[in-house]
């Protein structure tokens, strides 16, 4: 594992993963949209609009995932200083802000139908849309620091004091019962949805993180390269200086 | 190289600039006619920068005037001068040929005096290959002489310089006094507070600490 | 000549605003965030947001677009590009619109555009979702230009960031008065839509018109 830690090992590690995601991703995908739309039955009461659930409930898996992941690389970036890390965390936070803004619209889509509003402002809702903005915050933050090194650092304390944010998402269904369904998948006493609805969530969550996986190590490719690139610059334009000053 | 340069003459008359209350520059004289040059000597907070910014236009001046005869004596002093100061005036997150190609266009007269293409500047400033990096990425030298190429792509007949050759090296000091004996030789008039030999040793000395009538003499 | 300095102004403007640490996005999350916080304060009764909906949007609006604008100068101050603007043969005033229309574009555009979203999320209805896009397209070019006037009093100052927004906010009352009462009026009430619009448009053209004087005159006066 650590041997991966390195930057150009880790690139010739994701250069032979990242095919082999990618197919899996595609494959999963089309097992489960095939799934989603032509075995999982509709729902007695909310008709085909239920199918919204399939995109929904996996990207917002994943918008929490994301920020597992974020904080981990943030530790990383803290502790070790590892630029690996810092690469990780930068990549994820514009991944991050895309799956909770799929979770945000394909959540405000399905309340549509089922509540007759597009938003409603209960918790779970509104702690999810604050995540989004955290993630917004985050990706403004990398972009306003333009040492790498220094933005790394400030997004990991950041990252780490928004993580206060999680469990709220997470046991917010608990915390206030409202509007919102209550969580149904991993409640006590087993799964309250039917067999194959169950499979075709299972399925489009693992083939939403497999899309999350391969996005994230593309994007920490090209953000080691795009570092590279701009130590590169920074080294030539110091060396021009060297030559011209010698000419 | 003898095209026609706008101005003829530029004089100051018993110039005063006050900052806060108080008056910094102190009846300063000073007369300038086409190809001549004055350098501005005082210690820290004589007044040099002051006096090179109420000249381009920047602070108003408090009593005296400034007076400039030649072909463009309608247009205002400030658009026949490039004024070279402490700020570079370039945005980091854009290129330097990016920065230079912005001031050739702000910066254009409608005068037909001779002037480089941005590329072309930054070649004479030893930049060629650097053209196409970001500001941010360059060292404080480079900025510097980025800066002084705006000087090259725009023909306006007065240089103002404050502290040209901070930050310079010795080989760029060198063009820098190539590009003043030129803009000179065509006509060109330079003011300019430094204390770097800069090609200007026959130029007036205007000393600012020395007395408040502002002595003129010869180097 | 002054048309080439121009355009290669604007394109400036509009690729520092994309580049800067995205300071046009910036603008918008902004705005998301004033418009997100607020039913926190009120709670989420949709019936009263629906009501009060209007009134946060155009709120969050002109704290948005104020916020961005205190660096519409300050930057140029700070790196000297503004002496070299005063010696340019352009006239200033002119400088100072262009700047504008190109601040305008990069940040007060995306708010128009995410208004009616956001719109959404207080339950208002589509008349007045409209309604609020309409009276901030006619509207939002006062702020801006307002904006542009205390930009130039303060640039040059340290912590001129709070100064300009309480020297500027009191006079933007006139746009927030007929920009929220223009946005109601679209959902239906006593007054037609068209007579709060047409006050919101003189507003915008008149500060577009006369604003670009008072900041070049600020600009001038500066002491740097």
């Given amino acids: 594992m650590l041997k991966y830690a390195n930057p150009t090992n880790f690139l010739a590690l994701a250069a032979r993963l990242i095919p082999w995601l990618a197919a899996a991703t595609a494959l999963l995908l089309i097992v489960g949209l095939y799934l989603t739309f032509f075995v999982a039955p509709d729902d007695y009461q909310q008709g085909a609009s239920v199918k919204i659930m399939y995109l929904h409930v996996p990207s917002a898996w994943l918008s929490m995932m994301c920020y597992i992941i974020m904080t981990s690389a943030a530790l990383g970036t803290i502790v070790w200083r ?36 597009w938003w409603v402002w209960d918790a779970r809702l509104t702690s999810v849309l604050v995540l989004f903005l955290i993630y917004l915050g985050l ?42 369904q209550p969580a149904s998948v991993f409640r006590v006493g087993g799964p309250a949805i039917s067999g194959s609805m169950l499979w075709t969530l299972l399925i489009m969550a693992l083939g939403f993180s497999f899309l999350f996986l391969t996005l994230h190590l593309m994007a920490i490719r090209n953000e080691i390269l795009r570092r590279r690139l701009r130590r590169l610059s920074i080294d030539a334009a110091h060396a021009e200086e060297k030559a011209e000053a010698t000419a | 190289m003898n095209q026609q340069f706008a101005l003829t003459s530029l004089s100051a008359r018993s110039v005063s600039v006050d900052r806060g209350g108080r008056a910094i520059v102190k009846n300063i004289h000073f007369e300038l006619r086409a190809g001549e040059a004055l350098v501005a000597l005082g210690r820290n907070g004589a007044g040099k920068s002051t006096l090179l910014r109420a000249i381009a236009g920047f602070l108003p001046l408090s009593g005296g005037e400034l007076t400039h005869a030649g072909e463009a004596s ?87 310089l404050d502290e040209p050759a901070t930050a310079l090296d010795v080989a760029s000091q060198e063009i820098l006094g190539e590009a003043f004996a030129r803009h000179r030789a065509s006509g060109g008039m330079i003011i300019a507070a430094t204390h770097a030999p800069l090609g200007l040793i026959d130029a007036a000395v205007l000393d600012l600490s020395a007395t408040d009538a502002g002595a003129i003499g010869n180097a | 000549m002054m048309q080439s300095a121009l355009s290669a102004l604007f394109w400036r403007e509009l690729q520092l605003a994309r580049s800067v640490g995205g300071g046009g996005a910036m603008g918008v999350v902004f705005f998301l965030i004033l418009v997100s916080l607020t039913p926190f304060a009120i709670g989420p009764d949709l019936n009263l947001l629906s009501r009060i909906g209007p009134a946060i949007l155009w709120i969050a609006a002109l704290l948005a677009t104020l916020l961005g604008l205190d660096r519409l100068f300050q930057s140029d101050a700070d790196d000297g590009s503004l002496d070299l603007l005063l010696t340019a043969a352009t006239p200033l005033e002119l400088v100072v619109l262009v700047k504008c229309v190109a601040h305008w574009i990069a940040t007060a555009l995306p708010l128009i555009v995410a208004s009616p979203l956001l719109g959404l999320t207080l339950a208002m ?85 006369g604003a670009p004087f008072a900041a070049a005159a600020a600009l001038r006066s500066r002491d740097a």
């Fill in chain 2, 74 to 160: 309608e247009a205002p002093l400030p658009e026949l001068c490039h004024y070279v100061g402490h700020a570079d005036g370039l945005k980091s997150a854009l290129t330097a040929s990016e920065n230079l190609e912005f001031w050739a266009r702000m910066l254009a007269t409608p005068s037909s005096g001779e002037s480089l293409a941005p590329s072309q500047a930054l070649h004479r400033m030893g930049l060629k290959r650097l053209a196409d990096f970001p500001v941010a990425y360059l060292s404080a030298g480079q900025k510097r002489r980025v800066a002084l190429a705006r000087l090259f792509v725009s023909p306006r007949p007065l240089w103002i």
């Fill in chain 1, 82 to 117: 590892h630029p690996l890390a810092d690469a990780a965390q930068k990549a994820a936070a514009p991944l991050g802000a895309a799956f909770t803004l799929l979770c945000l619209v394909s959540g405000s889509l399905w309340g549509k139908p089922m509540w007759g509003t």
């Fill in chain 1, 139 to 180: 990706v403004g933050l990398w972009r306003t620091i333009e040492e790498p090194a220094q933005a790394a650092r400030a997004a990991a304390i950041l990252t780490l004091v928004g993580v206060v944010n999680i469990p709220i998402i997470k046991f917010s269904v608990d915390w206030w019962n409202t509007l919102h």
């Fill in chain 3, 125 to 209: 209805e589509p008349a007045s979702l409209a309604g609020i896009s309409l009276s901030l397209l006619a509207g939002t070019p006062a702020l801006t230009m307002l904006g542009a006037i205390g930009a130039a009093l303060t640039a040059g100052l340290r912590r001129g960031g709070l100064l300009m927004a309480v020297l500027i906010l009191p006079l933007t009352t006139p746009v927030l008065i007929f920009g929220v009462s223009a946005a109601t009026a679209a959902s239906g009430g006593t007054v037609p839509f068209h007579i709060p619009i047409l006050i919101l448009c003189g507003l915008s053209l008149a500060a577009v018109a």
